[in-house]
């Protein structure tokens, strides 16, 4: 049954699932029927356009004057030459925002993105193929590494470059793919609340989290703006024991317990949900539960006790902290 309410529930709970290096899920949940696409569509969006990373935006090769050109005793023209170069992701040390790199190689040897690596760069994409030399061949190049968000046409940079520089459609973003589902939870008997599964993937340049940490960032930053017209009030961070096991166990619903319907019903009546509620009331407290006799109060005191707990026991100031705060939220 759906209740009246003046404002939506707030979300309350943040996981970060780990799959490999450079991927992971992450949840957050409850949200209101709706709420999740809401916050998911526009983060999805941030977390392509937004995240700041670093590209190859310009290259000059020693005996090539354009794109279209040839170097003698390398396999690979040009052209070939920079669409290899653009599939190596870089990274520059010591937060550098530019850096120009040079390399020089003879064959006959196999140019790999590992061969890139210095102490000033780092090659994200180590096995990625760059170009081929034959025998008593020399190739010398200085590669212009640039920080930046999303993708930047070599036109809109070629006049600001120094002379024999060819310039480069520059792909900033260091997340391969960002994706998300919603799934429906159960909140209170109510299954119409929702969870968001975002999946992200990066190249290495940033973890997913710390490019979901971006996102939020930039999504915060571009509504700041309303704040300068129109007072806002704004939210009170909602602080959570993660390394607690106790405050899981304390919020788990009463329904667990396997109380007789006499019992469950007395303290549903009395808008009990958590166990966590039961522990943090007194004994005289819980007597005073109306209808409940002594028979029930016998048993809601034993299956607190099987579930690990009593009736008024003393529980860390953070967990009491963050169990207030679970409460609140059931009861909005």
């Known amino acids: 049954m759906k209740k009246i309410k003046t404002t939506p529930l707030a979300p309350q709970e943040f996981e970060v699932e780990q799959i490999g290096e450079n991927e992971a899920n992450i949840m957050a949940y409850p949200f209101e029927t709706g709420y999740a696409i809401s916050l998911a569509h526009p983060l999805r969006r941030f977390l392509l356009s937004s995240s700041v990373g670093y590209a190859p935006i310009a290259i000059k090769i020693e005996g090539a004057k354009h794109e279209f050109d ?5 396999l690979e023209d040009i052209s070939e030459f920079i669409l290899n170069l653009k599939e190596i992701r870089f990274k520059l040390n010591d937060d550098m925002a530019e850096a120009e790199v040079n390399y020089s190689f003879t064959g006959p040897y196999t140019i790999k993105g590992s061969d890139l690596s ?4 780092e090659v994200m994409t180590p096995d990625a ?12 190049f200085v590669i212009k590494i640039a920080q930046g968000i999303g993708y930047v046409a070599s036109e809109d940079t070629h006049d ?6 060819i310039a480069l459609d520059a792909f900033f973003t260091p997340v391969r793919s960002a994706t998300y589902k919603i799934e429906n939870i159960l909140v209170e008997d109510n299954p119409n609340f929702e969870r968001v599964i975002m999946n992200i993937k990066t190249d290495g340049q940033i973890s997913p989290v710390d490019a ?3 996102s939020l960032e930039v999504m915060y930053a571009q509504l700041a ?29 009463i329904d667990s317990l396997g109380l007789s319907a006499r019992s469950f019903n007395c303290l549903d009546r009395s808008n009990i949900k958590l166990i966590g509620e039961i522990t943090l009331m007194s004994t005289s407290d819980l007597k005073n539960v109306k ?36 409460i609140e939220a059931e009861q909005a």
């Open 70 to 74: 040839s170097v003698r005793g390398m």
């Open 118 to 121: 210095s102490d000033e760069v």
């Open 129 to 140: 193929p760059l170009a081929i030399l034959n025998e008593d061949s020399t190739l010398s």
């Open 160 to 165: 600001e470059l120094e002379d024999g520089f």
């Open 212 to 214: 979901f940490r971006n």
């Open 225 to 253: 703006v309303f704040n300068s017209e129109i007072s806002i009030k704004a939210p009170v961070a909602i602080e959570r024991v993660e390394e607690s096991p106790d405050l899981k166990k304390l919020t788990t619903h």
């Open 291 to 326: 209808n409940l006799g002594k028979k029930s109060y016998d048993e809601i005191v034993e299956k607190v006790k099987e579930f690990g707990y009593a009736v008024g026991v003393a529980l860390a100031d953070d967990v009491v902290a963050a169990l207030k705060k679970k």
